[in-house]
């Protein structure tokens, strides 16, 4: 079953702008990741971060976690054209079995 | 980053017959392995989870009989659909995980079109 949702399913930004989704979740949890999917094929490891762990930065994409609410964001700062794809935040308990998110779509265009 | 490979990427079968999805971790030992199926425009949902050299672990409502999980070494898992039919049409999707990771890598998936 699925984890929790995804807000917004969609997004379409121009390039440059800032994209941010959000992903909120139900029962606790060891580690918080996110994940993009360009259309048909796999999943691309983006972040993770930790229950203990409230921001972390790789590059242009900043995540939040807020586990007294629940919630994660990410943020992709001065998006390009190549950020088209899905992203999903998958949640993992202690026996490292992720559970997805509904995926936001980003369309980026130029 | 960790490399993993499935094959075939696509394969379309007729309703009845069998298909073998395979998973292999090139550049690292994998313990654990996962698989997915996802649906067109939905999220990824577990099937089950296998450890190399013991049985899968299967996710509420899904038939083991149907869906065979072997991880017989480290570096290779494999998904057999038995007697598939249209519904079981999708992408499935492996991961792999080292004894001591907290990340999962994901394969390329495979596109199994039932006719």
């Known amino acids: 079953s699925q984890q929790g949702e995804e807000d917004p399913q969609a997004l379409s930004i121009q390039e440059g702008e800032n994209a941010t989704m959000n992903c909120s979740y139900k029962t606790s949890i060891n580690n918080l990741q996110w994940y993009r999917q360009n259309s048909g094929r796999g999943l691309v490891h983006l972040i993770l971060?930790?229950?203990?762990?409230r921001e972390k930065h790789s590059g242009r994409l900043r995540v939040t976690l807020d586990t007294s609410k629940k919630s994660s964001s990410l943020l992709i700062t001065a998006s390009r054209a190549a950020d088209t794809a899905s992203y999903f935040c998958a949640t993992a308990d202690s026996w490292g079995k992720l559970q997805f998110g509904a995926g936001t779509q980003v369309v980026v265009t130029p | 980053g960790a490399v993993v490979s499935q094959h075939p990427s696509r394969v379309i079968c007729k309703s009845g017959t069998s298909v073998k999805i395979e998973c292999r971790s090139l550049d690292f030992q994998a313990t654990t392995m996962f698989w997915y199926r996802q649906f067109p425009k939905q999220s990824l949902m577990l099937m089950a989870t296998s450890n190399e050299g013991s049985k899968a672990t299967y996710e509420q409502g899904v038939e083991k009989d149907k869906f065979l999980i072997n991880h017989a070494s480290l570096t290779l898992s494999t998904l057999t659909v038995t007697s598939a039919h249209p519904e079981d049409s999708s992408f499935y999707i492996c991961s792999a995980r080292g004894a001591s990771g907290e990340t999962q890598y994901f394969g390329p998936g495979t596109r199994l079109l039932v006719l």
């Open positions: 971060i930790r229950s203990n762990e």
